[in-house]
């Protein structure tokens, strides 16, 4: 009888434990750089707009949590989600090898390939033989990064880091750099359409397998509880319509989801 009560008492014990380790997530904390419209971008109002943005408040909103934008560089990242200042990053990051040792990702959000902005006329283009000689600036931490320093460098291209999106073409347009290397929608929807960007053009898209284009939430390696939790939310938003809908309000009839 002793035996049985302990036995009990220890299944109980472990249930309580099991109820006290699962975390019971009321907010979620994302790490974003608004300096890539459109997927995060300030409005004149300070507030937060973008693709990812209205992404990242649905499905908090189909998790029924709270959610808590925290602003961050791009380079600061992964540092930042293992330092636990926020829980995932939802900044248009794109799953890569290298990153994947570091920190785990959720299902999917978007994909999209990378290109060049430059003057027209330049006579630049992706070919890489057409920047030698020529500077070239990309914002740190991206996939356009390591591109950078493994073949342009490489090919004698002038490249130089830039803490976020906005310092890159704030040098291009002041004649600092020739051409800019990021996120070919962020170029064409993002800065040729402002009025800043009149005057340039976006390449073909940069094909290299350096260079791959599916984006997702970045997450602290082994949180397997909250990779659920945020692909439950994500695979909602594609069951109910939400994402087609938002989808739609940001790129028009454009599919950025390869479902993949």
């Avoid at 920190?103 to 992706?126: C, H, M, N, Q, R």
């Avoid at 800043?196 to 350096?210: A, H, R």
Wanted: proline share 3%.
């Amino acid at each position: 009888m002793k035996k049985a009560w302990l036995t009990l008492s220890a299944v109980a014990l472990c249930l309580a434990a099991g109820s006290t380790f699962a975390k019971e997530y009321k907010e979620l904390r994302f790490g974003v750089d608004p300096s890539y419209a459109p997927f995060e971008s300030k409005a004149a109002d300070g507030s937060l707009v973008g693709f990812d943005i209205d992404l990242g408040n649905a499905i908090c909103k189909e998790l029924k949590v709270t959610c808590k934008w925290v602003e961050s560089d791009f380079d600061g990242m992964i540092p930042g989600l293992k330092a636990n200042k926020f829980d995932g990053v939802i900044s248009s990051m794109t799953v890569t090898p290298a990153r994947q040792k570091a920190i785990d990702f959720s299902d999917e959000l978007f994909s999209g390939p990378t290109s060049l902005v430059y003057k027209k006329g330049s006579g630049l283009s992706a070919d890489v033989a057409s920047l030698k000689g020529k500077a070239v600036g990309y914002e740190q931490g991206t996939i356009q990064e390591a591109y950078a320093k493994a073949v342009l460098d490489k090919a004698g291209v002038q490249t130089k880091a830039y803490a976020n999106q906005d310092q890159v073409y704030a040098d291009l347009i002041s004649g600092r750099l020739d051409a800019s290397i990021q996120d070919m929608l962020q170029a064409e929807l993002g800065f040729l359409k402002s009025e800043k960007g009149v005057g340039y053009e976006v390449s073909e898209p940069v094909n290299s397998d350096l260079l791959p284009s599916k984006t997702a939430i970045g997450i602290r390696k082994g949180n397997t509880e909250l990779q659920t939790l945020l692909n439950k939310g994500i695979k909602a938003l594609h069951d109910d319509g939400t994402y087609a809908e938002i989808q739609k309000k940001h790129f028009g009839d454009l599919n950025l989801y390869s479902g993949k």
